[in-house]
């Protein structure tokens, strides 16, 4: 049998009609960080010195927003998500305001509560064909503009109503920065089992969600048992290829077991409770606005919905240079999708951004056309 062109073949980890496209052949394995701070826009807050854990200060200029201290760590993902023709839950979601979070179907987002509602019980054969053409036609455009980048660059994603979904550069494995701080609360809540969190937990995860403090992460992440809890999670969720450390932000991770960790945000199935994967994803949904940056780029419509984290951190044996992460959930009238896109190696924080947000645009912007025929 014939072996198909690499940006169509299927995926059976990220479920049927998955595809995966070729990522840029440049890159090295994730090197280590060097220093940490905490935002694009940093003086808007206060921030933690990542380089002293359990010191904060005022930030000034442009700093890299996690190393971790002698506690940080890795970002969990669970499996990329196939097709959901099961139990009702097919294609075309649209986001309805003010609905209860049910059965932890899907998740809350952003002020107030969110649920996305199916339009269909289960794609039609014609519209998974036609959402494969499109991804496979996002791939290319993502490959294509990631060949010009300096640096290493994975990106992968997937609509949860059909399964269709691509990755680039799904081989190369990064340093995670902020992005394991979706992890280190996920672990703490499986670690809990349906127990609500302390009021200072509750405040501790906000503070590390949606404005990604430094300390708040390194008292979840002792809390949880440091890289032990990480493996743990590891291992439940089925992220192989995410290797925690001691220092959280320089935990290694790929695109592929980001989506993976935001299936468990998600899918009905997941092993988090629905209370609890409410929880996290109403923080990404209140993500400050200064860090609103990465995948929220490839919503399309006054009626999106963006769910978020992101990472960014300079890594010394990089000389210095930026690592910018976001990995996130788009909602829209017909679509469903969750996007991880790591990178490393661009001059600034500004440039790694602006990759980032190219490349989402270009592969949401390309995914909501008709793809030719054929």
Known sequence: ????????????????????????????????????????????????????????????????????????????????????????????????????????????????????????????????????????????????????????????????????????????????????????????????????????????????????????????FAAIGGVSGLDRVNTELGLTRTRPRSAWGTTVTTSADQVRLLRVLVDEESPLRSADRGLVLDLMGRVVDGQRWGVPAGAGTTGSRTWVKNGWDTVDDHDGRWLVNSIGRIVEDDHDWLVAVLSDHHDSLDAGIAAVEQAVRIAFDTWRRPAPAG
Do not use: C
Not at 116 to 128: L, S
């Open 1 to 220: 049998m014939p072996v198909p062109p690499a940006a169509e073949r299927t995926a059976p980890d990220l479920g049927a009609y998955v595809i995966i496209g070729e990522g840029p052949a440049s890159g090295r394995l994730a090197g280590r960080s060097g220093r940490s701070g905490n935002s694009r826009h940093p003086a808007r807050r206060t921030a933690t010195d990542a380089r002293h854990p359990g010191r904060r200060t005022a930030t000034s200029g442009r700093r890299a927003d996690s190393r971790g201290g002698t506690s940080r760590r890795s970002l969990l993902g669970f499996g990329l998500f196939g097709l959901l023709v099961a139990g009702g839950l097919g294609y075309g979601w649209r986001a309805a305001a003010g609905l209860p979070v049910t059965g932890g179907r899907v998740a809350a987002g952003g002020p107030g509560t969110v649920v996305a509602v199916p339009t269909a019980a289960v794609p039609t054969p014609d519209i998974v064909a036609e959402q494969r053409r499109r991804a496979a036609l996002a791939a290319r455009q993502v490959r294509g503009y990631a060949a010009g980048l300096p640096g290493q660059f994975s990106f992968a994603a997937v609509e949860r109503g059909t399964g269709a979904g691509f990755r680039t550069g799904d081989e190369l494995q990064f340093q995670t920065a902020s992005i394991v701080k979706v992890e280190i609360l996920t672990a703490l809540l499986l670690d809990r089992d349906g127990i609500p969190l302390t009021a200072v937990q509750r405040d501790r995860a906000e503070a590390m969600i949606t404005a990604s403090d430094n300390a708040a992460a390194s008292e979840l």
